[in-house]
């Protein structure tokens, strides 16, 4: 489970918007591809970094390696508190 691999998660956000999974609508984290995280999903090791959906029920909680850009299963979304701004 990635949930051991907390000390290689990352803040992944683009300006205020934040990463929703489109599957399930759960919160999403990018992580470090470290020992940790290569231990638990091999495929880590393709890339700098691992992403993956926090919701464990999740078809997308496995997860994916990323390089420049993420996933097609993650979309962007703006926070309730900031309707409008970008
Ligand atoms: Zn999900």
Redesign the pocket.
Known sequence: MLTNCKSSKLDFRKGRKIPI??????S?SLYLASKEVVAVRPEASRSDYWIA???PS????YGDYMFQEEPD?VIWQQPDDCPGIL
Not at 21 to 26: A, I, M
Not at 58 to 61: D, R, S
Request: aromatic residues 6%; hydrophobic residues 20%; charged residues 20%.
């Open positions: 999974c489109s599957e399930c609508g759960g999403v959906c926090d919701e999740c078809i997308n909680n299963w």
